[in-house]
C-alpha cells in the first residue's frame, strides 16, 4: 500500500513534521499554495542563545495573498547570526561538530525562494535522521491538479496512485475518512508523541526546530524518537 504525506515546507520544523514523513512512501512539498502569516514557512522554535525563541527568516514582500513558492529571502544576514547562535547553544552537545559545517553547506547563501531552501534543509535532516524517502514538488510534479483543500488532497493522491493518504492530527477537522474511502484512499492521522530527550538546557522544552533533535541525540536516539507517535 502505497502511503503519501502532503506538507507545506517549513523552516527546520519539528519533530512531528518528520513523524509524518517517517510514516509514508512519499513526501510532497506542498509549496503552491499560499502564504500564511506567522505560520512555519519562514520561521521556527529554537534553543537559541540558552532559552527557546522563535527565528525568523526576512522575506520580501511576504503577504498572504502570494503562494510559498513565490517568495524570496530578503537577504543572507540572517545566516549569520542563525549559525551563531546555534554555536553559542549547541556547541558542547554530542552532535553540533559533526553536524554544523554540513549544516553551513545546506543552507548555502541563504538566499533564493524560502521553498527551495525548506525543500533542501527538510531532505538533509531527514537524511540526518536515517530516513530515505521519495520527495516531489507540487508545483512541478502536480500542477494539474485543481480544487482546493480536501478535493485538491484526494487529486494529488489519485495522480501518484496513492492508496493512502496520512495527515497530521491537527487535520481531524478537516479531512473525511469517508470521503477519502469513496476514491479508494485510506485516511489516517498521525499523532505525535513529544517525548522528553536531553536538551542544552534545563527541563525540557518539547516542541523545537528538529535541529534540537539533531544535536543532542545520536543515531540510535534519533530513531527512537523518530518511531514515537501513533495512528488514529
Known sequence: MK???????????????????????????LDNVNYINRGWVNRNQF???????????PLNGASQNKLINE???????????FLKSLEMSYKKTKCYD???????????????????????????????????????????????????????IIGICQQESAQAYNNAIGGVDLYNKIDFSKHGIELSFVRSALNPYQQSVSGFHPGMSILDVLMNNDLNERETLLKQYTFS
Open 98 to 152: 559533526m553536524l554544523i559545517e554540513p549544516l553551513k553547506e545546506v543552507i548555502g547563501e541563504g538566499t533564493g525562494k524560502i521553498s527551495d531552501l525548506n525543500q533542501r534543509t527538510t531532505i538533509w535532516c531527514a537524511h540526518e535522521l536515517g530516513l530515505s524517502k521519495q520527495f516531489k514538488i507540487s508545483s512541478l510534479d502536480f500542477s494539474n491538479v485543481t480544487g482546493v483543500g480536501q478535493d485538491r
Open 3 to 29: 502511503r503519501l504525506v502532503i506538507m507545506q515546507p517549513y523552516f527546520f520544523p519539528y519533530l512531528g513534521y518528520f513523524h509524518l514523513l517517517d510514516s509514508c512512501d512519499t513526501f510532497v512539498f
Open 47 to 57: 534553543i537559541l542563545s540558552g532559552t527557546p525563541n522563535t527565528y525568523t527568516v
Open 71 to 81: 517568495l524570496t529571502i530578503a537577504d543572507g544576514r540572517w545566516i549569520k547570526g
